[in-house]
T-cell receptor, first 109, second 115 residues
């Protein structure tokens, strides 16, 4: 069983659509991070959420941390082909970061 | 300010050979983490090191795998007597001492292919 469960595993949508991906756990985290990984590259940090209920916006991306700090969501408005990639959530229950299996997003033009 | 540098980017080894993967952390970062990624999968934690110390190696196979982060020079992930199942992308990340829980900086990875 994964510490962080991400859903859906795969998502294929048309340009201009909205989408939400989820990251859930039974554990409480002091913070959660979201990364995006493109083919052939390492993950790149998008955002860190720290406070329960916190909402952060990064252009068309909206990140929310659950009130109980066990889950997080990423909402993308008007998706573009450049948003294509693997979206990973991560948290550090102990001294080092553990990752979910990711949501692989494809945005078709 | 250079990011996390990993080399080589691609490495091909025959079964039974040794693979050495190098990682130079960002300037000012003293914590290094190694992860393995299989195709179509997420990142699996392997080992967490500080200078001259292994902090957590719970994700690393007990046999054939070792890691070090010497006082001088890059961190090295060493795989002895490689097998086909070792083929994967290996990523290194670094963080400064006090902000590790606020995100890591990753390198571009080393893609190991065992033939």
């Amino acid at each position: 069983t994964q510490l962080l469960e991400q859903s859906p595993q795969f998502l294929s949508i048309q340009e201009g659509e909205n989408l939400t991906v989820y990251c859930n756990s039974s554990s409480v985290f002091s913070s959660l991070q979201w990364y995006r990984q493109e083919p052939g590259e390492g993950p790149v940090l998008l955002v860190t959420v720290v406070t329960g209920g916190e909402v952060k916006k990064l252009k068309r991306l909206t990140f929310q941390f659950g009130d109980a700090r066990k889950d997080s969501s990423l909402h993308i408005t008007a998706a573009q082909p450049g948003d294509t990639g693997l979206y990973l959530c991560a948290g550090a229950p102990g001294g080092d970061m553990r990752f979910g299996a990711g949501t692989r997003l494809t945005v078709k033009p | 300010n250079a990011g996390v540098m990993q080399n080589p980017r691609h490495l091909v080894r025959r079964r039974g050979q040794e693979a050495r993967l190098r990682c130079s952390p960002m300037k000012g970062h003293s914590h290094v983490y190694w992860y393995r990624q299989l195709p179509e999968e997420g990142l699996k934690f392997m080992v967490y090191l500080q200078k001259e110390n292994i902090i957590d190696e719970s994700g690393m196979p007990k046999e054939r795998f070792s890691a070090e982060f010497p006082k001088e020079g890059p961190s090295i992930l060493r795989i002895q007597q490689v097998v086909r199942g070792d083929s994967a992308a290996y990523f290194c990340a670094s963080s400064p001492p006090t902000t590790g829980h606020y995100g890591y900086t990753f390198g571009s990875g080393t893609r190991l292919t065992v033939v």
